[in-house]
Nanobody, 125 residues
Framework: QVQLVESGGGLVQAGASLRLSCAAS????????MGWFRQAPGKEREFVAA????????KYADFVKGRFTISRDNAKNTVYLQMNSLKPEDTAVYYCAADPVYGKTITTMGPYDYWGQGTQVTVSS
């Protein structure tokens, strides 16, 4: 079992920055590929960013490229999502997810076995 706890969400104005954190426990963190997804009201959950277990490889959704950065600190069992130049359309609940099997960057929800409870990000115009 893997437990994931997100933090760092909040209410900010357009153009501001936030850094989300996701602390993992219950399994060797360095063996987990990690991802961030988001879900806006009335919309399906969508992929935001992913990082391989090694931390070498990352992938991003087109709508966050150049603005968001995913990273991990295996010593702290934590994955981060640095979000810059936030837009109102970034408003959503952000979830982190862990894949204990494949180890690589994964952009679809299916392979992720573990999910956090989510953290709300609200961007005002």
């Amino acid at each position: 079992q893997v437990q994931l706890v997100e933090s760092g969400g909040g209410l900010v104005q357009a153009g501001a920055s936030l850094r989300l954190s996701c602390a993992a426990s219950g399994r060797t963190f360095s063996s987990l590929a990690m991802g961030w997804f988001r879900q806006a009201p009335g919309k399906e959950r969508e992929f935001v960013a992913a990082i391989s277990a090694s931390g070498i490889t990352t992938k991003y959704a087109d709508f966050v490229k150049g603005r968001f950065t995913i990273s991990r600190d295996n010593a702290k069992n934590t994955v981060y999502l640095q979000m810059n130049s936030l837009k109102p359309e970034d408003t959503a609940v952000y979830y982190c997810a862990a894949d204990p099997v494949y180890g690589k960057t994964i952009t679809t929800m299916g392979p992720y076995d573990y999910w956090g409870q989510g953290t709300q990000v609200t961007v005002s115009s």
